[in-house]
């Protein structure tokens, strides 16, 4: 978490956004709740064919935007989580490979998984 965190503040912080801070934790924040969305979409077609509709996934990013917002903009993490530089496998290289790949893959959740959230509902019927 923290690691996402400080490469994503490290992006914005390169690309000259004037607070890398609220930067970070709304891409975090997108980033965590595309994530939660896709896992409990799949899991409550699956387990109770129950859509997982547009009202849920505001509910889950505002839960989302506000633990975020407690943890890292309001308090002094932040700058603890800088002055650490966390990395995966002590390798800056490795560690930017994986953020994006990750990164990657939970963006294109917004493309796959409503059609086979769908096509799991479509078998409990």
Do not use: E, Q
């Not at 409503?114 to 409990?124: F, L, T, V, W």
């Amino acid at each position: 978490m923290k690691v996402f965190y400080y490469y994503y503040y490290l992006f914005y912080k390169k690309i000259l956004d004037p607070d890398p801070r609220l930067a970070a934790t709304l891409g975090f924040t997108a980033l965590v709740g595309f994530f939660l969305i896709a896992v409990l979409n799949i899991a409550f077609a699956y387990f109770f064919c129950f859509d997982f509709n547009k009202y849920y996934m505001i509910a889950v990013f505002a839960i989302i935007f506000l633990m975020n917002t407690f943890y890292f903009f309001s308090s002094k993490r932040v700058t603890v989580i800088v002055k650490a530089k966390p990395m995966f496998f002590n390798s800056h290289r490795a560690t930017i490979i994986t953020v994006l790949i990750f990164s990657l893959f939970v963006i294109s959740t917004l493309f796959w998984v409503g059609d086979y959230a769908n096509h799991i509902r479509d078998h409990c019927r």
